[in-house]
T-cell receptor
C-alpha cells in the first residue's frame, strides 16, 4: 500500500522569507501523481501544485515550487516570499497513475507565517 | 470557490442517530469522492462514484453508505452514529476517472456526534 509521510507537524516562517515543507512517499508504482493541498482556517482544500512522476522537470506555480526526487521518493514544497495568507495546513498527497484511483494524504504540516 | 457544494456546513447530532450529507459536484463533473478528516485518522478516502456507479471503496464503515443520483449529486448516509464518527466530511469531484484528473474539494460538512 502507498504511504505518504510528512515529518514536520509544524513549521513557521517570517513574512517575505522562504520555507520548505517536506514529504516522502512509498510506492512500487512507476506512474503516479503527487500533489500539495492547502487547507486554510476556512477548511477548504485548495490544490496548490501537482507533479507528474514521468516529468523530470519540477512543477512551479508562481511562488510555489517543488523539489521532486523520484529515486529518493521525496516531494518537498518551497514557498517563496511567504505571505500572511499562506498560513494554513499543508497536505502532501499521492495518486497512482491508474484510472479512478484515489488520493492518499500525509498527516499535514501546519504553517505559521509571522509578520 | 471550487464549484463543489456541500450541505449542511455543520451538523450536530446524538449517538445512535442517522444523518445524510449532500454534495453537488462541479458542473460537468461525473465523478464524486467522499473523504473523512479526523484528528486521529487524518484524511481518509471513503468511496468514489462515477456517473451513478460505485467506482472504488476505501475505509468506509458498514454503517455508512453513499449513492450518486441521476443528476450527479451524491449523498453520504451515516447511521448508528458513534462519538468517533465526529469528523469533517469532504466531497470532491472530477470530470472523469482518467489518470490525469484534478480533484476539486467542497468546504466540508463538520459532523459533531454528542
Amino acid at each position: 500500500a502507498q504511504t505518504v509521510t510528512q515529518s514536520q507537524p509544524e513549521m513557521s516562517v517570517q513574512e517575505a522569507e522562504t520555507v520548505t515543507l517536506s514529504c516522502t512517499y512509498d510506492t512500487s508504482e512507476s506512474d503516479y501523481y503527487l500533489f500539495w493541498y492547502k487547507q486554510p482556517p476556512s477548511r477548504q482544500m485548495i490544490l496548490v501544485i501537482r507533479q507528474e512522476a514521468y516529468k523530470q522537470q519540477n512543477a512551479t506555480e508562481n511562488r510555489f515550487s517543488v523539489n521532486f526526487q523520484k529515486a529518493a521518493k521525496s516531494f518537498s514544497l518551497k514557498i517563496s516570499d511567504s505571505q500572511l495568507g499562506d498560513a494554513a495546513m499543508y497536505f502532501c498527497a499521492y495518486k497512482p497513475g491508474t484510472s479512478g484511483s484515489r488520493l492518499t494524504f500525509g498527516e499535514g504540516t501546519q504553517l505559521t507565517v509571522n509578520p | 470557490d471550487s464549484g463543489v457544494t456541500q450541505t449542511p456546513k455543520h451538523l450536530i447530532t446524538a449517538t445512535g442517530q442517522r444523518v445524510t450529507l449532500r454534495c453537488s459536484p462541479r458542473s460537468g463533473d461525473l465523478s464524486v469522492y467522499w473523504y473523512q478528516q479526523s484528528l486521529d485518522q487524518g484524511l481518509q478516502f471513503l468511496i468514489q462514484y462515477y456517473n451513478g456507479e460505485e467506482r472504488a471503496k476505501g475505509n468506509i464503515l458498514e454503517r455508512f453508505s453513499a449513492q450518486q443520483f441521476p443528476d450527479l449529486h451524491s449523498e453520504l448516509n451515516l447511521s448508528s452514529l458513534e462519538l468517533g464518527d465526529s469528523a469533517l466530511y469532504f466531497c470532491a469531484s472530477s470530470e472523469g476517472i482518467g489518470t490525469n484528473e484534478k480533484l476539486f474539494f467542497g468546504s466540508g460538512t463538520q459532523l459533531s456526534v454528542l
